[in-house]
């Protein structure tokens, strides 16, 4: 290896290693800064730092690349002794928490301008992206715990920017109960991770994975603890309600919760899934709780007027998908999934009001039933025909194939009316894109992820299919008969999220014996229009 070959690498894992203790500097600094110049300071080293932070994560990839292309770079060698572990997940993560953390702060510094709360929002804005980028970097276990545990504890203090907000206070305060349940799981999965293998280093356990079988009761219970965790942090049933209720803080905070730490259930299931021998409990919780989750979480999706609750209940579908992904074994459409919702998510959140204005707009009349029956068929038929040919691109998994196909075809059941036929062939060839767009993406970051045994068993098909069956049904219901009787009562509950939110909300109120408005009673009064 060259001596220039050495530096890039060394200069690369040292600022890797530098950039979260140097937010954490900076968080404290501008802390103690009263001078709105020397703040406005800040602002401008975060965002060049999240710069460099980008520019390192993507010469850090270039040299995996290199180092899969046979040039020995000793990268690996040279990352152990500092404890940092840069493969390829890591560095699709840093490059959006890079990208996004940077937008971020160049958009807050001018929202934020002659708001009371910007002066607290910075510093713990740093700490929640200094937590984030040491918790992708690190390769041990018990520094991923701390580093959870703070993205948490800084993100509260951003939720209760406001104290005067009684409500946004309540909110925050469920969550962060909801959170500490979060971290107990992940605790008790580490040490039972720990129990089975006999370290906490992610390379020894990793190599320990590949030589064991799996047997014994310590790693089922850990995927158990583990998706516990995940469904904490993704804020899936009927743990979610706190999310619907943190709308009052500022957009760059909801961007920031929505576009970036709720995704870290997924992250840390895509870290550690090699440790786990095939189909787990904690699969099959995934499946089971996410694909409900996503099922009521799109349905009331529906019925929001406001367009940040419509925003938050898409993210708690969209974590459903993932988690349920990652329960059917499809680790990367899951990390893709994570990539694709954090840039469209941050895009909503900050543009939110160009959402609005969009809203106001007429709407298309839609084409009659039949036809865009027909015309979904038809693309989804032919997605079918194409992966029926080619398996490979959903990894034999006919689970993960319908939902490629179901993604076609519902793609074309917003066809409005009086459409030609170039017109219509060209929707259609658009929907039929989804399949070589995948193919594309899959291609690109499937090896960011290690292989792993197959978990796809007849218990999960079967769980899968139902959960697809069961959204399929009831999505075909609200597009094609939005004004039948069932639907439009049935849609006054799911306005409410089937009210799942309830019992653990009043449960922790009591708990934390908040002296804090009780939980108002659900307005029925049914609303015409559709479910949009």
Not at 94 to 100: P, V
Not at 229 to 245: T, V
Not at 497 to 521: F, K, N, V
Request: glycine share 8%.
């Amino acid at each position: 290896m060259t001596t220039l070959l050495q530096m890039v690498v060394h200069a690369s894992l040292a600022a890797w290693l530098a950039l979260p203790v140097a937010l954490l500097v900076l968080a404290g600094w501008c802390i103690r800064l009263a001078a709105p110049e020397r703040q406005q300071r800040c602002w401008r080293i975060g965002q060049i730092l999240m710069a460099g932070s980008f520019l390192a994560s993507a010469l850090i990839g270039g040299l995996l690349v290199a180092d899969a292309a046979g040039v020995a770079t000793g990268l690996p060698e040279a990352a152990a002794p500092l404890g940092l572990y840069p493969d390829g997940l890591a560095v699709w993560m840093a490059l959006l928490i890079s990208f996004l953390g940077g937008v971020l702060l160049r958009f807050a510094d001018g929202y934020l301008q002659g708001d009371e709360g910007r002066a607290r929002f910075l510093p713990w804005c740093l700490v929640v992206l200094a937590s984030v980028m040491l918790l992708v970097f690190t390769h041990h276990l018990l520094v991923m715990l701390v580093a959870w545990v703070g993205v948490s504890l800084a993100l509260h203090h951003l939720l209760t920017l406001y104290p005067e907000r009684v409500e946004a206070q309540r909110a925050a305060w469920q969550k962060f109960a909801v959170s500490r349940l979060g971290d107990l799981a992940l605790l008790a999965a580490v040490l039972l991770i720990y129990h089975h293998y006999g370290s906490f280093e992610l390379p020894v356990l990793l190599a320990a994975a590949e030589a064991s079988t799996g047997e014994g009761w310590a790693l089922p219970a850990a995927s158990v603890a583990l998706a516990l965790a995940a469904l904490c942090k993704c804020a899936q049933l009927p743990l979610h309600g706190w999310l619907m209720k943190v709308m009052e803080a500022p957009t760059p905070v909801s961007a920031l919760l929505h576009a970036g730490v709720i995704n870290l259930g997924g992250f840390i299931w895509l870290r550690l899934y090699p440790l786990f021998d095939g189909l787990t409990p904690g699969h099959l919780l995934l499946i089971a709780i996410g694909g409900t989750t996503a099922i009521v979480a799109v349905l009331t999706m529906l019925t929001q007027a406001s367009v940040k609750h419509a925003l938050a209940w898409s993210t708690c579908a969209q974590m459903g998908f993932m988690l349920f992904e990652i329960g059917l074994g499809a680790y990367t459409l899951a990390l893709v999934h994570l990539l694709a919702h954090s840039l469209y998510k941050a895009h909503s959140f900050l543009a939110s009001g160009r959402t609005v204005r969009a809203a106001r707009c007429s709407r298309l009349t839609p084409a009659p039933s039949r036809e865009r029956l027909l015309m979904a068929g038809l693309a989804g038929g032919t997605a079918a025909g194409v992966l029926l040919a080619w398996p490979e691109l959903v990894s034999h998994n006919p689970v993960l194939g319908a939902l490629l196909v179901l993604a076609v075809g519902g793609a074309l059941l917003g066809m409005p009316a009086g459409l030609g036929l170039r017109q219509r062939l060209a929707l259609a060839a658009m929907a039929l894109a989804l399949v070589p767009l995948y193919a594309l993406l899959h291609a690109l970051v499937s090896p960011a992820l290690p292989l792993a045994a197959e978990p796809l068993s007849p218990a999960s098909a079967l769980l899968g299919a139902a959960m697809l069956m069961a959204l399929v049904g009831l999505a075909l219901a609200v597009t094609l008969r939005p004004h039948h009787p069932a639907v439009v009562r049935w849609r006054i509950h799911f306005r409410q999220g089937l009210y799942a939110h309830l019992p653990l909300e009043r449960s922790i109120d009591h708990l934390m014996c908040q002296r804090l408005p009780a939980t108002r009673r659900v307005d029925t009064v049914t609303v015409r229009g559709e479910w949009s």
